[in-house]
């Protein structure tokens, strides 16, 4: 079934995850979607020093948004944020250091933020990983695991309180395709079990595991939109370092990081998603589906309650001590 599954999304990731799937899909773009004016407005985006969440955080300063750049590198974090300001003339980019594979300093973040008293009304969690090695963070927690899900799961809950103040609060979480030859495994959500471990196989199960996470949370924070998206394959430098085979083979047809980001910025910033149901996932401006044809990935209600429940119990462990400051 993974040779099926594989085969199956590849032949359809040539056709629409490449430069050219994005040139056919955006014959049905409406220009004026992102013709908007966001002055008003506060936009936070994590690994937001390069690729698809620089190229956002350009478009969403451009647009004359606040935006709150989150990044593990301060160096590189202050790189962008010089880059953006010169080249926008916008002076409402914050910067702030933050990995976000650490749950202690998360949770320290969010309590601050929220403390300040600064607003906020979308939340792009687009920061993540492909670590092709099990390795494990200070906290004993598989690395890819503890950035792409466990840590976006805590930054969007932390920050529920600071969103529910916008008039029309917006999270996003930046997926991947990939996630459509995975079925969700909830036995061993750190790869522990896994034989001989495949740092693609993890991705792709994590990215699965964003698209539950994004549909339990439409149901939990109803007055949130949700949405979840796939940037089809983009040339980001994360492609370029945790997939260099992969980016040999296919950077002639690699999409550009700005065409990688349109429906991040879309979502962020268009009045239409408001009007589709919370909870979805996106492709090139329009809900796609979450599974592939005969690929038998779905999963039950009880299996998307035990990866939130097991989220919950993890999330516990590091919350009181991170509201804290402790570290």
């Known amino acids: 079934m993974s040779i099926f599954r594989s085969t199956v999304w590849f032949v359809k990731g ?24 966001i002055n008003d407005r506060s936009y936070m985006i994590t690994g937001a020093n390069s690729g ?26 202050e790189e962008a944020k010089t880059e953006i300001v010169e080249t926008t003339g916008n002076q409402n980019i914050h910067l702030h250091q933050l990995d976000t594979s650490k749950p202690r300093d998360i949770y ?44 976006t799961h805590i930054l969007t809950t932390a920050l529920i309180p600071v969103l529910s103040k916008s008039s029309k609060p917006r999270v996003i979480i930046v997926s991947s395709g990939g996630m459509l030859t995975q079925s ?27 698209i539950i996470m994004t549909e339990q949370y439409a149901q939990k924070y109803p007055s949130i939109h949700f949405s979840v998206m796939h940037p089809g394959w983009s040339d980001t430098p ?24 349109d429906t991040i910025i879309w979502l962020a910033v268009a009045e239409n998603p408001l009007k589709l149901k919370s909870g979805c996932f996106f ?3 329009k809900v796609v589906s979450t599974h592939l044809p005969l690929a038998w990935t779905k999963s039950t209600p009880e299996q ?9 119990d993890l999330s516990r ?7 804290f400051g402790k570290s």
């Open 304 to 312: 998307d309650q035990s990866l939130m429940t097991q989220l919950e």
């Open 108 to 151: 320290h973040f969010a309590k601050t933020f929220e403390e300040s008293g600064q607003s906020l009304d979308v939340l792009i969690n687009n920061a993540g990983c492909m670590v092709n090695t099990r390795e494990l963070t200070e906290d004993g927690l598989e690395k890819n695991f503890a950035t792409n899900t466990l840590g």
């Open 238 to 261: 994360a492609v370029q370092s945790s997939m260099p085979q992969f980016y040999e083979k296919m950077k002639s047809r690699l999409r550009t990081v700005e065409e990688g980001a």
């Open 283 to 285: 492709q090139d401006r």
């Open 184 to 210: 969700l495994n909830i036995t061993d959500l750190q790869f522990e079990k896994m034989k001989k471990f495949d740092g693609t196989v993890a991705y792709a199960q994590n990215k699965r595991q964003q």
């Open 317 to 323: 462990r590091f919350q009181t001590e991170g509201a």
């Open 52 to 77: 698809l969440g620089k190229a956002t955080a350009l478009s969403l300063a451009q647009k004359g948004g606040t935006v709150h750049l989150v990044c593990r590198s301060k160096e590189r974090g």
């Open 14 to 37: 040539l056709k629409e995850y490449t430069r050219s799937g994005y040139a056919s899909a955006s014959k049905d773009f409406n220009p004026g979607d992102l013709d908007v004016l």
